[in-house]
């Protein structure tokens, strides 16, 4: 409700007698307008020191020099004012900067807009519908790049010395460069601080998902201030463990049991499938690893001479899948798999499904940035059991976070 006491808005109402909704926003429009052209003059005053017509003596040789004319576009629909300037060409002024046409209120719509996936044009057409206002898509397409300072500071913010855990995936998307379409990766990386919070730390745009730019990312990571990762969870990309390893060597891995899964169903066939996929569940559901190599050798006596490649995988990674057999059940659930970061890469599909193409790495970064700050806003709560999980941590790494600390 505005500050503005009963009376004086009954007293208002009753004088313009309103009829309808639309003479009500009418008269808003009105009111907005004056109040605008007020504030403004407000502005000027102060710049000058003194107010319009004030017959005492000025301190300064700077004078009003009239008005010039700008429709800016609001929520209410487009309003004409008048901009005070003086005769030095000094005044700026901060509620409608130079050069802007549109208000905040309306930006700030263009942007959560932008962050649900619509394209610019959806948006112009959208903003047309319900505020009357015109604005073409490339003004929304300004509009959206004013965010990416913010997007430039967030991506290079000083993160925190410990993770406790650190998700890292790759999400594909199509951007054009140099008259071409390329083929790109957004790298994206959550890590969890030793409170237990989620967060984005960051994503970057690059060729198709390497080792190699991996080995970047964890750089810019350790640059950025974080010393130690207790545990990564990642998919089985070739060279991911010797990239982690050459940053953050006294980090446990852990391959995602999913991706794992996935890798050797791809070998069976229909027919032997269920029976498979059976027997894989007595490697990554035992108990402990003694218990889970044991039936990795079981299984491999049964299915090696059919499916070679479907059990290598697993000899071959031991080292990485069996991590999580350290640790107990609830720290099990979060590490096994990087369902964290394939949720948040379900959001992005969600929001960049409409967009086949994009047309530059900065549109796809501004876009992915303003899904983060919007689902993000979610995670608030931490992990269950969170107090057992980090007992269970500061006892296992407490080498390590002693030299943190």
């Given at each position: 409700m505005s500050n503005l006491s009963k009376d004086l808005l009954r007293?208002?109402?009753?004088e313009q007698d309103f009829k309808s909704a639309d003479d009500i926003l009418s008269g808003l429009k009105d009111m907005f307008k004056d109040v605008l052209q007020e504030a403004l003059e407000a502005e000027?005053?102060?710049?000058?020191?003194?107010?319009?017509?004030?017959?005492?003596?000025k301190g300064t040789t700077n004078r009003r020099n009239g008005y010039s004319k700008k429709t800016v576009k609001t929520e209410l629909g487009p309003v004409q004012i008048n901009i005070p300037r003086d005769r030095d060409g000094e005044f700026e002024p901060q509620i409608i900067p130079k050069h802007q046409c549109t208000v905040d209120g309306i930006e700030d719509k263009i942007l959560k807009l932008y962050a649900t996936?619509?394209?610019?044009?959806?948006?112009?057409e959208q903003i047309k519908e319900l505020y009357r206002v015109d604005i073409s898509a490339d003004t929304v397409s300004n509009i959206t790049n004013r965010i990416l300072p913010l997007v430039y500071d967030w991506q290079n913010r000083p993160l925190e010395k410990t993770y406790a855990f650190m998700f890292m995936d790759a999400i594909h998307y199509k951007v054009r460069e140099d008259k071409q379409i390329v083929k790109k990766a957004a790298y994206v990386v959550i890590g969890v601080n030793m409170d237990g919070q989620k967060e984005v730390l960051g994503i970057w745009i690059g060729v198709n998902e390497s080792s190699k730019f991996w080995l970047s990312v964890l750089n810019d990571l350790k640059n950025r201030g974080v010393q130690n990762v207790l545990i990564f969870c990642v998919d089985g990309l070739k060279g991911f463990k010797e990239a982690i390893e050459a940053v953050y060597p006294l980090a446990k891995i852990q391959t995602c049991i999913i991706h794992q899964i996935r890798n050797s169903m791809k070998y069976i066939p229909y027919k032997d499938r269920k029976a498979f996929a059976a027997d894989l569940k007595t490697i990554y559901g035992a108990i402990n690893e003694e218990t889970a190599m044991n039936?990795?050798?079981?299984?491999?006596?049964?299915w090696a001479?059919?499916?070679p490649n479907a059990i290598k995988s697993w000899e071959d990674n031991w080292d990485t899948i069996s991590t999580f057999f350290t640790f107990p059940n609830y720290i099990r659930k979060i590490i096994y798999t990087t369902n964290a970061i394939e949720n948040l890469n379900s959001q992005f599909r969600k929001v960049t499904k409409t967009k086949l193409i994009f047309?530059?790495?900065?549109?796809?970064l501004k876009m992915l940035y303003l899904a983060v700050e919007r689902i993000s806003k979610k995670w608030t709560r931490s992990y269950p059991d969170w107090d057992l999980v980090v007992n269970q941590l500061n006892i296992l790494y407490s080498d390590t976070l002693k030299k943190e600390a």
């Open positions: 007293e208002y109402i009753k000027m005053d102060e710049a000058l020191g003194y107010q319009k017509s004030d017959p005492t003596e996936g619509m394209t610019t044009r959806d948006i112009s039936n990795l050798i079981d299984m491999k006596e049964q001479d059919k499916y047309p530059t790495d900065d549109s796809l």
